[in-house]
């Protein structure tokens, strides 16, 4: 079990550039010892900076409150509001995730969908009955490359949304690719949010399944 942070910048962009050193500071020591996952830009339409999704892999929320307590896009009010989301990781084949030198894209490479389920009590079972198809296709999706990272956003013991991020340059071609997938078609998530993004090199530890 691990938390996802899903945070949005403040009106003023000034912010974020007198603070992404320290930033980045920050999140390197925490993946170099395995506390970040997965650090990632959210993007709009103009590939402007609009806030950050952090995958931390720690076992509680006191480890949240370390992470928020040290990161400077909270201490400095780059973000202006954040969520904590309960995350598994899903242990999939993924490729590893960019390390240090690594070069950064220029234009938006992946894209973040956030599929939230149903809140009706047939949701569970709807999501249960798809799962081993819907974990067929994205193992395929992860050995390729295509899918960088995914798993559950949680209540307690129960799965009740995701957050994938894929090798989609658009909206268009992941809500395309997603259409296909059982997560979709046998009506589990109810509402998908997406939002661009692009890999950045850190140190980091190989995702849960991967190499």
Partial sequence: MGFAILAFDST????????????????????ADGRL?????????AFQPMGSLMILNVPDETHVKEYIAEEPFAREAVWSRFEVLPFAIATLPYRPLPQPGAPTATSRTHTISIG????DP???????AVRASHLARVISAAETGLLAMGGAI???????????I???????EAEAWWAEDPYITGDVWQRVTRYGTRMVGLPYHPLPGGV
């Fill in 154 to 164: 949680m209540r307690g013991q129960t799965m009740v949304g995701s957050i994938a």
């Fill in 12 to 31: 003023d962009p000034s912010r974020r550039a007198e603070s992404i050193g320290r930033h980045r500071e920050v999140i390197t020591r925490w993946a």
């Fill in 37 to 45: 996952a997965l650090g990632t830009p959210l993007f709009d339409a």
């Fill in 116 to 119: 939230l389920d149903g809140t």
């Fill in 166 to 172: 894929t090798a989609h340059a658009s909206d268009a």
């Fill in 122 to 128: 047939e949701a569970p079972a709807r999501r249960a």
